[in-house]
């Protein structure tokens, strides 16, 4: 079973920003790909950005120019920076990472954006 740790979630103000941390079991080079979805109230799990093994990134549409994903090696965590936020923005925010064909999920944390 792979447990993943969101951290660094909260309340901030339009306009202002958070950053996430996803903490991995072992060598995050192990899976596929690491990423962020988010769940907004009524609405269905999207995509908010994906780090794959090789680099490659890939973000929501929503999000793009404003939020950062990254990765530390080191520490076995991948990051999400987000900046420029807005109350749509308003979410639980869950780490995911995939290995061949199986996604692993963490609890979530809470994002809210205050108007």
């Known amino acids: 079973q792979v447990q993943l740790v969101e951290s660094g979630g909260g309340l901030v103000q339009t306009g202002g920003s958070l950053r996430l941390s996803c903490a991995a079991p072992g060598n995050i080079f192990s899976f596929n790909a690491m990423g962020w979805y988010r769940q907004a109230p009524g609405k269905q799990r999207e995509l908010v950005a994906a780090l794959t093994v090789g680099g490659v990134t890939n973000y929501g549409d929503s999000v793009k120019g404003r939020f950062t994903i990254s990765r530390d090696n080191a520490k076995n965590t991948v990051s999400l920076q987000m900046n420029s936020l807005k109350p749509e923005d308003t979410a639980v925010y869950y780490c995911?990472?995939?290995?061949?064909?199986?996604?692993?999920w963490g609890k979530g944390t809470l994002v809210t954006v205050s108007s």
């Open positions: 995911n990472a995939r290995r061949v064909v199986m996604d692993y």
